[in-house]
């Protein structure tokens, strides 16, 4: 356990709610700019653009989680 004493979890959690917020808002933002750019889309862009907001919502959900509460409850 003494090679995690040196881990700044708030940052940690910081850092990575930030990261799924991003890639949440690029999903949403792709997913609606995109089309009235350029017309239809094809399925794997939409595709795409859904998968990047389904994992930014997750990775925005947990990280701060597993970080900001779990980390420092086992260190």
Do not use: C, H, N
Not at 19 to 32: C, D, K, M, R
């Amino acid at each position: 356990m003494a090679q995690y004493g040196t881990m700044d979890y708030a940052r940690l959690a910081k850092a990575g709610f930030l990261v799924g917020a991003a890639l949440f808002l690029s999903g949403a933002l792709g997913g609606v700019i995109a089309p009235g750019l350029q017309g239809e889309i094809p399925g794997w862009e939409q595709s795409l653009f859904l998968y990047s907001e389904v994992i930014g919502t997750v990775v925005g959900f947990f990280s701060p989680l597993v970080f900001g509460v779990v980390m420092p409850l086992l260190d």
